[in-house]
């Protein structure tokens, strides 16, 4: 099976300005968790998707929004950008929802200047 | 909410030796505890879980022991090879608040030849 993917793969944008980053699961998952990976907080849970709803949500602010589309391929969006916004974002894919075993993709690292 | 605490952050082996990385959380409930490495530039990539009803797993040079009572769990890589060097990643399934992963800070491990 194809593994996790994600785009882009690298991302720049500036202060104020919103971006929308995409995961396609392994063929057959249903569930997508966004993570923010920095390198003083670790990985970061952002949210969780399944069956194209939102199942658990982490202690970020309303500009980290997510959606799943039938096809349970994930979209993370964030808005009004801020410099520490700059991490490695990555989705996880599982076959369940509520943290069964997951499985990563590439990320996407976005810098914000 | 969970919370899971893992050393040591940084671990220097000589190649052949052993190397062992503990967690512990806080969430009596949690049952599941998987563990990831990752290279660098990498995704992390699962290597070995464990579920609280299982005291211990092996899997070749790798193995995790649970102890539910002291609730702590801990990866041994046995005969460390170059190749082992990596960030490890400990996590803990959390029960009371949604079912979502919870990471350790992570452990980079240097395996000097």
């Known amino acids: 099976k194809a593994g996790v993917t994600q785009t882009p793969r690298y991302l720049i944008k500036t202060r104020g300005q919103q971006v929308t980053l995409s995961c396609s699961p392994i063929?057959?998952?249903?569930?997508v968790s966004w993570y923010q990976q920095t390198p003083g907080q670790g990985l970061q849970f952002l949210f969780e998707y399944f069956s194209e709803t939102q199942r658990n949500k982490g202690n970020f602010p309303g500009r980290f929004s997510g959606r799943q589309f039938s096809n349970s391929r994930s979209e993370m969006n964030v808005s009004t950008l801020e410099l520490g916004d700059s991490a490695l974002y990555l989705c996880?894919?599982?076959?369940?929802?509520?943290?069964?075993?997951?499985?990563f993709g590439p990320g996407t690292r976005l810098l914000v200047l | 909410g969970e919370n899971v605490e893992q050393h040591p952050s940084t671990l220097s082996v000589q190649e052949g030796d052993s190397a062992v990385i503990k967690c512990t959380y806080s969430?009596?409930?949690?049952?599941?505890f998987p563990w990831y490495k990752q290279e660098l530039g990498k995704r992390p990539q699962l290597i070995i879980d464990?579920?609280?009803?299982?005291g211990e797993k092996k899997d070749q040079r790798i193995a995790v022991t649970l102890n539910k009572t002291a609730k702590h769990f801990s990866l041994h890589i046995t005969e460390t090879q170059p190749e082992d060097s990596a960030v490890y990643f400990c996590a803990a399934r959390e029960k009371e608040y949604g079912n979502k992963l919870v990471f350790g800070a992570g452990t980079i491990l240097r395996v000097k030849s």
């Open positions: 996880a894919s599982s076959f369940s929802t509520g943290g069964e075993t997951q499985y």
């Open positions: 464990i579920r609280s009803n299982v």
């Open positions: 063929s057959g998952h249903r569930s």
């Open positions: 969430d009596s409930a949690s049952n599941y």
